[in-house]
């Protein structure tokens, strides 16, 4: 069964971090690209942060860059994001997705996500 | 500024053809191609469109998709209660070096 399962999320303090994680199973992980992709309760998605099949390239969002850091070891099938100097607008349930065509293929739509982890930002 | 812009809500009754449009810029849809994501409450988004127009084994054949310059729609026809759902376009902006996703469409079915 092709599936993904995130973990990590939790509350913390402004300004704290934290290391998401994302879990594949049921295919070749490492011949996909993977996405974190975020979701305010109640609001749209905001895209945070894509990683090549290889780990060779990374691109984040606008929000994000220079705070969060995508990365994946591809012997243990794992996705991560780890998140430094967290801002309460960064409150979201965060999604991890594999791309729909084996990498690198960026600009395909992603056809598998897990069901994702709640990350709260309050002090 | 790199925005794809939806209408917020849409609505139609059972067995109607609902359209949903997203209109994005050069950077965007102007060279990539466009996605549409399905999410019911409470669930991950799914994958309903990719390429502008292709379907994922398992999506009904009622929901299409079109891309034309820097504009794409997608198509529901023979609408049911369960299409019920927040819809979202999707594309790579050059710009950005990054997914763009639009601000979502509220599907109501009547």
């Known amino acids: 069964q092709v599936q993904l399962v995130e973990s990590g999320g939790g509350v913390v303090q402004p300004g704290g971090s934290l290391r998401l994680s994302c879990v594949a199973s049921?295919?070749?992980?490492?011949?996909?690209?993977m996405h974190w992709v975020r979701q305010t309760p109640g609001k749209g998605l905001e895209w945070v942060a894509i990683?090549?099949?290889?780990?060779?390239?990374?691109y984040y969002g606008e929000s994000v860059r220079g705070r969060f850091t995508i990365s994946r070891d591809n012997a243990r099938n794992t996705l991560y994001l780890q998140m430094n100097s967290l801002r309460a607008e960064d409150t979201a349930l965060y999604y991890c997705?594999?791309?729909?065509?084996?990498?690198?293929?960026?600009?395909?739509?992603?056809?598998?996500w897990g069901q994702g982890t709640m990350v709260t930002v309050s002090s | 500024q790199s925005v794809l812009t939806q209408p917020p809500s849409a609505s139609g009754t059972p067995g109607q053809r609902v359209t949903i449009s997203c209109s994005g810029s050069?950077?965007?849809?102007?060279?990539?191609?466009v996605s549409w994501y399905q999410q019911l409450p409470g669930a991950a988004p799914k994958l309903l469109i990719y390429?502008?127009?292709q379907r994922p084994s398992g999506v009904p054949d009622r929901f299409s998709g079109s891309k034309s310059g820097t504009s794409a729609s997608l198509a529901i026809r023979g609408l049911q209660a369960e299409d019920e759902a927040d819809y979202y376009c999707?594309?790579?902006?050059?710009?950005?070096?990054?997914?763009?996703f639009g601000g979502g469409t509220k599907l109501t079915v009547l």
């Open positions: 390429n502008n127009y």
């Open positions: 999707a594309a790579w902006d050059d710009r950005l070096n990054g997914w763009l």
């Open positions: 997705a594999r791309t729909l065509s084996t990498g690198p293929s960026p600009y395909d739509g992603s056809d598998i």
């Open positions: 049921g295919f070749v992980f490492s011949n996909y690209d």
């Open positions: 050069s950077s965007n849809f102007g060279s990539n191609t």
């Open positions: 990683i090549w099949f290889d780990g060779g390239t990374k």
